[in-house]
């Protein structure tokens, strides 16, 4: 019975600790939740932190559009660099051409020179001297002339914005009335070189003399050589129409089919520079051939002129500039 006793004794103090150890655990339960959403609330506010903030997608398009027309400028300019030392070096190379033809008439005339009596060669040496004074007479003249003469007006042009480049060939056109025509300056040119050599003979007894050239594209052409001293001089070449309205009006010239466009098929726009001949009374068609010229992408020179001035060069002449 003792034992009975004892027994039933300690059951209530077991109860106790039964019910301790569960609450501890159910303590312990909370705790690990509240550390977890803890965890997991630093853990989301970290990330989004450091998640870099996205870039609109218009931002991106305007930056690529900069970067590309920075680098077009960059090539343009590098362009119209290269297109006017090769203009240059074509201006150099048609001098030296010239050159060549005056000398190829200076030797002819020291050979008419050899030919001669001892009386014939210091009468022609005296020649030479009157010559060379009237010529340096004539110079002074021309000097004091520019001071006093205004400066000629200068066309403005349309840049050329294009990467393109140009090899030294060079077409003439002419704008007169309104009406735009081809102009055979080289072939004219190169005619004249094959025809000094067969009349500078006639320097002999003459101080000057001015010949003619053969009809082509409806200009005749005349040149005119002077002695000076034992040289021959080269004065300068100009060209006459030989017939009436040459050309086709300038509106017209602009169209698919017209004889401007049949022209310039032939030329590569890399390697030509146009040159226009305009008078005053057309420099509005001017204008309009130059936009259109740039957007074939052909470099171009304009040359203006007095009404009744014919196209010519000379070695005194300036030069094209191309734009």
Do not use: C
Not at 169 to 192: C, K, S
């Amino acid at each position: 019975m003792r034992h009975t006793t004892s027994t039933h004794a300690a059951m209530p103090g077991q109860d106790s600790f039964l019910d301790v150890a569960a609450n501890l655990v159910g303590i312990l339960i909370i705790l690990v939740m509240v550390v977890g959403a803890h965890t997991k609330h630093a853990f989301v506010t970290g990330t989004i932190a450091v998640a870099p903030a996205a870039i609109p997608k218009v931002e991106v398009v305007e930056a690529e559009s900069a970067a590309a027309a920075i680098e077009q400028n960059v090539l343009e300019l590098e362009g119209k660099i290269t297109r006017q030392a090769l203009e240059v070096s074509f201006r150099q190379a048609e001098r030296n051409q010239l050159q060549t033809v005056v000398a190829l008439a200076e030797q002819e005339l020291v050979k008419s020179r050899e030919a001669m009596s001892e009386d014939e060669k210091a009468q022609y040496d005296l020649a030479q001297d009157l010559i060379a004074s009237k010529g340096e007479l004539q110079r002074l003249g021309q000097t004091l002339t520019s001071v006093v003469k205004p400066s000629t007006t200068v066309l403005q042009h349309l840049p050329t914005p294009m990467a393109k480049t140009v090899f030294g060939q060079e077409v003439h056109f002419r704008l007169l009335g309104g009406r735009l025509t081809y102009v055979p300056m080289n072939e004219m040119i190169d005619a004249m070189q094959k025809d000094v050599p067969q009349k500078v003979d006639k320097l002999r007894g003459q101080s000057r003399i001015e010949e003619s050239l053969p009809v082509r594209d409806g200009f005749g052409a005349r040149y005119s050589l002077r002695r000076q001293g034992n040289l021959v001089a080269f004065e300068e070449i100009y060209l006459v129409d030989a017939d009436e309205n040459l050309g086709e009006p300038a509106e017209e010239a602009l169209l698919p089919s017209s004889l401007f466009r049949s022209r310039l098929r032939g030329h590569d726009p890399k390697r030509t520079t146009i040159t226009v001949w305009v008078y005053q009374d057309s420099f509005d068609q001017f204008r309009q051939l130059k936009t259109e010229l740039f957007k074939l992408g052909f470099l171009t020179a304009a040359r203006p002129l007095p009404l009744g001035t014919p196209i010519a060069a000379s070695p005194e002449g300036n030069r094209s500039t191309a734009e």
